[in-house]
């Protein structure tokens, strides 16, 4: 199921839309990186190349195979 969440990101609104699965591994990896969601979403969005959601899905796959 995909949720559309609206986030801050250097001082402006935006809204993201991901599946329910990559918001819970996000906020899982801003937990075990002791910084908020919204600032590991921002070091996401300074270092894309490709629109946001797909670089937080990208993201969140390289994490997982990196834990394994």
Same mark, same amino acid.
């Given at each position: 199921? &995909?949720?559309?969440?609206? &986030?801050? &990101?250097?001082?402006?609104?935006?809204?993201?839309?991901?599946?329910?699965?990559?918001?819970? =591994?996000?906020?899982?990896?801003?937990?075990?990186?002791? &910084?908020?969601?919204?600032?590991?979403? =921002?070091?996401?969005?300074?270092?894309?190349?490709?629109?946001?959601?797909?670089?937080?899905?990208?993201?969140?796959?390289?994490?997982?195979?990196?834990?394994?």
């Amino acid at each position: 199921m &995909i949720k559309k969440r609206s &986030i801050r &990101i250097c001082g402006h609104e935006t809204s993201v839309s991901i599946e329910a699965a990559f918001w819970n =591994e996000l906020r899982e990896i801003a937990s075990e990186k002791k &910084i908020s969601l919204q600032e590991l979403i =921002e070091q996401i969005d300074k270092a894309r190349t490709n629109s946001l959601s797909g670089a937080l899905r990208l993201f969140v796959l390289k994490h997982l195979k990196e834990k394994t």
